[in-house]
């Protein structure tokens, strides 16, 4: 993790201060940071790749900040919180978490998740196929195109949106293949380094979350098309035609 910028935003100086010096071991640049304020303070003169995020911070909340700061800036975004349930899971995802981390934590686990985020948002695109000249068809991908190596996202209307790794992983794949079904087990895979200890109901929060927000974003309604029991497609023009 060498060089990772990673901020670490928790009111109890104790478990800040282990949390950065663990984090400072592994070769982040690290800084610690008391309340989703002062997380505020920093932003609007400097930057980082992935925040720490505790939920039940004083003030404003983590589960707040995190719905203004995925609005704000496409840095990775893991959730730490004492609460429990999936409710509260799913209410962080879909705010824009890539990460909801129960407490008690233990650090290796942390790091762990950390390097595994960052191996997600570094990851590099694939290749465009090349155009062959004798398609009749114009895909969903022409129309809509992902930049700034498949972190921003553009609509036909010119709108685009940021996005976050999870949401960068499922559409790079999507993208790769348009007007073809992509199966959940290969989309799940695309978005966490863990597939066999994810859950499934995730998939169906992030791309509602997904929706909503290019919809917030551009005024267009992002083509893909959920295929029961089998996963997701991006639509092509002829297929949106025919709907």
């Known amino acids: 993790m060498d060089g990772v910028r990673i901020w670490v935003v928790e009111d109890d100086p104790e478990w800040r201060g282990m949390v950065v010096e663990e984090l400072e071991y592994h070769g ?8 989703a304020e002062a997380l505020y303070r920093d932003l609007a003169v400097d930057r980082c790749d992935i925040l720490v995020l505790d939920v039940g911070l004083p003030g404003e909340d983590g589960l707040s900040a995190t719905g203004h700061l995925r609005r704000m800036d496409g840095m990775g ?47 590099p695109a694939p290749a465009a196929a090349p155009a062959t000249g004798n398609d009749p068809v114009r895909d969903g991908a022409a129309a809509w195109s992902l930049r700034a190596d498949g972190w921003d996202l553009y609509a036909p209307n010119g709108g685009m949106l940021t996005l976050t ?73 002829r297929a949106e035609a025919a709907d």
């Open 77 to 123: 975004i893991v959730l730490v919180t004492g609460r429990s349930g999936t409710a509260d899971m799913a209410q962080g995802l879909s705010l824009g978490a890539d990460v909801y981390l129960p407490k008690p934590l233990e650090l290796p686990v942390l790091v762990a998740a950390l390097h595994s985020l960052h191996r997600r948002m570094t990851r």
């Open 28 to 35: 982040a640049s690290v800084r610690g940071i008391e309340s």
């Open 165 to 237: 790794a999870a949401e960068r992983g499922f559409l790079r794949e999507l993208f790769s293949v348009p007007g073809k079904a992509v199966d959940r087990e290969q989309l799940i895979a695309a978005i966490t380094d863990q597939p066999w200890d994810f859950d499934p109901h995730r998939l169906e929060v992030l791309v509602h979350r997904l929706r909503t927000r290019v919809r917030n974003a551009t005024g267009v309604a992002l083509p893909v098309r959920a295929l029961r029991g089998i996963g997701y497609m991006l639509l092509s023009e």
